[in-house]
Structures are given as structure tokens and as C-alpha cells.
């Protein structure tokens, strides 16, 4: 079973910080030995670079994971060779294998490398949706090699969702868009003008648009070479995209900095986050949605009092009885922050492959599968 253990560890790679990866596969993994199956887990962790890196070891993993599954996690030395091969589980038990990314072939879907890693199994599992967009030697690699391939639990459920808000949703359909750069969102930007009803967009992204526009932007982050870009999107989406119309700004970006609200940004200012009307506007379609997709914070959220778009909207989406879905990293750290977590229909463990989804691209690890 392929899933996504790549979670974040503290300085010297001993302590796990966070084990929401690791719980998220829990229900896949239980299923399993439920029925009688011998486990072999598998993951990457960070960017080993294709060598050995003691800090970058699954081993924290295993020690993590068998107290959440009350059952010992035997930790292999590799995950291929004969070492590993002489460690294989009986039925019931589970071997961990060590970080694919220690073999420079697992980032090269290196065909020899994908059979060594299928000879282990009968039956090949991938529930790392938060990998599904890598095209490596345990994603998409191994599959032509093993006798039968399927998607665990936790994949299907980030795939179910993901089509619900894209295949024909419930209307309105809006999407919240913010982040730094229009240039990591373009596609998505592209796709999801398609079939939404409202794009509401915040977070330094706004700034490129305004800029476009005409519109003073102050020292706010703009980038200047996807001016002409954002014209154009601006001009396919129309009545579509709803742009920020009052700002939170100030001198430089630090906790309880000295800020002001104003319509027109003034030179040596930056804006920070999306001001009281804007929240309101953006509140107001919240209010009315069927479905909602979010992608990215609307400010510098970790430093008040810049957090204060993003958590209204977080709560205005938790009440709107919406379904709603929350594309992972920075978006489910703000609604973690709001205390609303528990409202959002979907919160999606994998940020780069749902944007990649929301952007129309296929992904090479769910294609696979359905080959």
C-alpha cells in the first residue's frame, strides 16, 4: 500500500510535529489487516535527493504508527533487497518500508526499480493522494507490474469530493482563491472559470489584478511580467471574478503592526489582507453557495492583525451549509486557526495534487489506476 507519509518532522528528523498523514491512512490500513492481509506500507518524507538521510527516516513513522494501531510496525532497512525481502509480514502484521526517496530511480520511475518494489506484493494499494500527481516509480511505475491494482479509501474519498465540487455541482458554485502569485494559479484560474458561478480572489494575487486594472498597489507584492496575463483572465471571467475593494494595509509586515483601511493604497504601504468591505461582499456569496471550493488565504494570516479576512471567511463558510472543499497547506492552517475545521465538508491532505485537479490536469497516479 503506497500512502502519503510525508509528514512534517522537527530539526534532526526525530519527532514528528503533526501525524494528520498518518491518521488519514488509518481507515485503509485497518481495513486491510481487518481482512486478513499482510501489510507492507510504503512512502517518501521530504527531498532526499536520491540518498540516504538519516534525518529524512521513516523510522519516527513506525513508532507513531504502531500506538495508533496498538500493534507492532516493523521498520525495514530499505525498500528494496534482499534485506527487506527476508522481512516480509505474515498475515495480520505490518512492515513499514524505509523513504522511497533514498533511490534516485523512485523520482525517475525507473522501470527495473518499479519491479523490484512490485516482486514484494500480490496486491498493489495507493492511498497517497497527496502524491497522485507524481509520476514515480511507486505511483505509477509498479502498477504494470503487479496483478491487481486499486484505490484505497482515503484516495476515493479525496477523488469523490473533488469531483462532486467539479462534475456538475450544486449551484451557486463559487471558488475562493488567494495566495501570492497568479502565476501558481493559472491554470486553475483557467479551469474553474469554466463552470463556477462566482471567483473570489484574495491574498498578494489580488495586487497583480488590481495592478492590470489600473489600480494603485502600492509596495504590495505584484508581479510585474504577469500583467498582461491577468488582462486577459480578467477578460475571460468577466462578471465572474470579484477582486478585493478596500485593503488592510501597512509599512511592513509584523505582529500588531500599525495598519489603516483604505480603498486606494498609498505609496510606501503594502496591503496585507482584504479590508471590512470586501469581507462582507465575499461574505454575502459565502452566504448564498451550494458548493464552495477554497484555495489559499486571503492575507498574511500568520500575523495578526492580518489574519482577520481569512478567519471571517473561514466562519462565513462553516455556517453556509455548503458543501465545501479545502485544498490542503496554507488553506486548512487558516481554518484550523478559525476553530472551524469540524464544518468543512472536505479538507483535502494533498495541496499540490488538488490544485493540480482543480487546474483540468490529469493526475499520472489516478490515471494509472484506471488503466
Known amino acids: 500500500m503506497r500512502v502519503d507519509f510525508n509528514v512534517p518532522l522537527a530539526e534532526g528528523g526525530k519527532e514528528i510535529t503533526s501525524d494528520k498523514r498518518i491518521k ?31 534525518e529524512m527516516s521513516l523510522a519516527p513513522v513506525a513508532v507513531r504508527l504502531s500506538e495508533l494501531l496498538h500493534k507492532p510496525v516493523a ?13 516480509l509480514p505474515k498475515p495480520g502484521e505490518v512492515l513499514l518500508l524505509e523513504n522511497l526517496r533514498f533511490h534516485p530511480e523512485e523520482e525517475k520511475n525507473d522501470p527495473e526499480f518499479s519491479k523490484k518494489l512490485a516482486a514484494l506484493c500480490d496486491v498493489y494499494i ?12 511507486s ?11 486499486a484505490a484505497g479509501l482515503l484516495m476515493d ?23 501570492a502569485k497568479v502565476s501558481d494559479k493559472i491554470e486553475v484560474i483557467r479551469n474553474l472559470m469554466k463552470f463556477v458561478d462566482r471567483l ?31 488582462r486577459e483572465l480578467m477578460a475571460e471571467a468577466g462578471h465572474k471574478l470579484m477582486l478585493p475593494v478596500d485593503h488592510v494595509v501597512a509599512a511592513e509586515i509584523k505582529p500588531n503592526a500599525a495598519f489603516q483601511v483604505v480603498e486606494r493604497i498609498p505609496d510606501g504601504m503594502m496591503a496585507l489582507d482584504i479590508g471590512p468591505e470586501t469581507i462582507s461582499a465575499y461574505e454575502n456569496s459565502i452566504a448564498s453557495a451550494q458548493t464552495i471550493i477554497w484555495n489559499g ?13 481569512t478567519v471571517a471567511l473561514a466562519k462565513a463558510v462553516a455556517i453556509s451549509g455548503a458543501l465545501s472543499l479545502v485544498g490542503g497547506g496554507d488553506s486548512e ?33 489516478v490515471a494509472a489506476l484506471d488503466r
Request: glycine share 12%.
Open 24 to 54: 488519514a491512512s488509518l481507515p485503509s490500513i485497518q481495513y486491510a489487516l481487518d481482512r486478513g492481509a499482510a501489510l507492507i506500507l510504503a512512502s517518501h518524507l521530504g527531498r532526499p535527493k536520491g540518498k540516504p538521510n538519516p
Open 297 to 309: 488565504p486571503m492575507g498574511v494570516f500568520e500575523t495578526p492583525p492580518f489574519d482577520r479576512g
Open 75 to 87: 521498520m525495514a532497512p530499505d525498500c528494496v533487497g534482499p534485506a527487506v525481502e527476508a522481512m
Open 200 to 230: 473570489l480572489i484574495g491574498g498578494a494575487m489580488a495586487y497583480t489584478f488590481l495592478k492590470a486594472r489600473g489600480e494603485a498597489t502600492g509596495k504590495s507584492l505584484v508581479e510585474e511580467d504577469k500583467l498582461d496575463l491577468a
Open 126 to 137: 495507493n492511498d497517497a493522494f497527496g502524491s497522485a500527481h507524481r509520476a514515480h516509480a
Open 139 to 149: 505511483t505509477v511505475g509498479m502498477i504494470a507490474y503487479v496483478k491487481q491494482a
Open 157 to 179: 474519498k479525496e477523488l469523490e469530493y473533488l469531483n462532486k465540487v467539479t462534475k456538475n455541482p450544486a449551484r451557486p458554485c463559487i471558488a475562493i482563491l488567494g495566495g
Open 333 to 365: 492552517k487558516a481554518i484550523k486557526s478559525a476553530g472551524v475545521a469540524d464544518k468543512i465538508s472536505h479538507i483535502s491532505t494533498g495541496g499540490g495534487a488538488s490544485l493540480e485537479f482543480l487546474a483540468g490536469i490529469e493526475l499520472p497516479g
